[in-house]
T-cell receptor, first 112, second 112 residues
Framework: QKEVEQDPGPLSVPEGAIVSLNCTYSNSAFQYFMWYRQYSRKGPELLMYTYSSGNKEDGRFTAQVDKSSKYISLFIRDSQPSDSATYLCAMSLNTGGFKTIFGAGTRLFVKA | DGGITQSPKYLFRKEGQNVTLSCEQNLNHDAMYWYRQDPGQGLRLIYYSQIVNDFQKGDIAEGYSVSREKKESFPLTVTSAQKNPTAFYLC???????????FGQGTRLTVV
């Protein structure tokens, strides 16, 4: 079993839809949770960074962490074609990125 | 502009050849990392460095080597011992106190 599981998709939605992206994990010691967006042939860019459980909102993006279920989510409201990318979840035990584990990524297509 | 610069963007390697991928950052970050990305897999850590003149092996270090002579630079050499080097290579950096990694645009290495 992988430490972090993420559905590879692809996920295809119409413009304006609410998108839900999810990851599950097995190590209950993870404390820091991140979402990255990666456009084709580009490096990942950090979207959201959260510590422990709870919600965090930034514009159209909301990150949610449920440590009791070992489940994290990223919601995208009013999705746009420019949101079409691969979304990677990541999590770590403590500070120092050498302990960060990445999911394989979910490919998202937003149709105009 | 602050950021991470990787070069070249595309690189072709012949069998038995060593090649070096460049990574430079002007974010004043202490920590730097090299990841490998293959289709359908999460990012896998090759090497990381938290301070000049010191670096540690990640999960898949065999066939790779690095140096950290300057804070800004963390080049990766893919040696002939790496039997399956075709992949997308990503360099990243972060502060020591937070896990938010900032990535370069990647180098796509292909064996010909």
């Amino acid at each position: 079993q992988k430490e972090v599981e993420q559905d590879p998709g692809p996920l295809s939605v119409p413009e304006g839809a609410i998108v839900s992206l999810n990851c599950t994990y097995s190590n209950s010691a993870f404390q820091y949770f991140m979402w990255y967006r990666q456009y084709s042939r580009k490096g990942p860019e950090l979207l959201m960074y959260t510590y422990s459980s709870g919600n965090k909102e930034d514009g159209r993006f909301t990150a949610q962490v449920d440590k009791s279920s070992k489940y994290i989510s990223l919601f995208i409201r009013d999705s746009q074609p420019s949101d079409s990318a691969t979304y990677l979840c990541a999590m770590s035990l403590n500070t120092g990125g050498f302990k960060t584990i990445f999911g394989a990524g979910t490919r998202l297509f937003v149709k105009a | 502009d602050g950021g991470i610069t990787q070069s070249p963007k595309y690189l072709f390697r012949k069998e038995g050849q060593n090649v070096t991928l460049s990574c430079e950052q002007n974010l004043n970050h202490d920590a730097m990392y090299w990841y490998r990305q293959d289709p359908g897999q999460g990012l896998r850590l090759i090497y990381y460095s938290q301070i000049v003149n010191d670096f540690q092996k990640g999960d898949i270090a065999e066939g790779y080597s690095v140096s950290r002579e300057k804070k800004e630079s963390f080049p990766l050499t893919v040696t002939s011992a790496q039997k399956n080097p075709t992949a997308f290579y990503l360099c990243a950096s972060s502060t020591i106190s937070r896990d938010e990694a900032f990535f370069g645009q990647g180098t796509r290495l292909t064996v010909v």
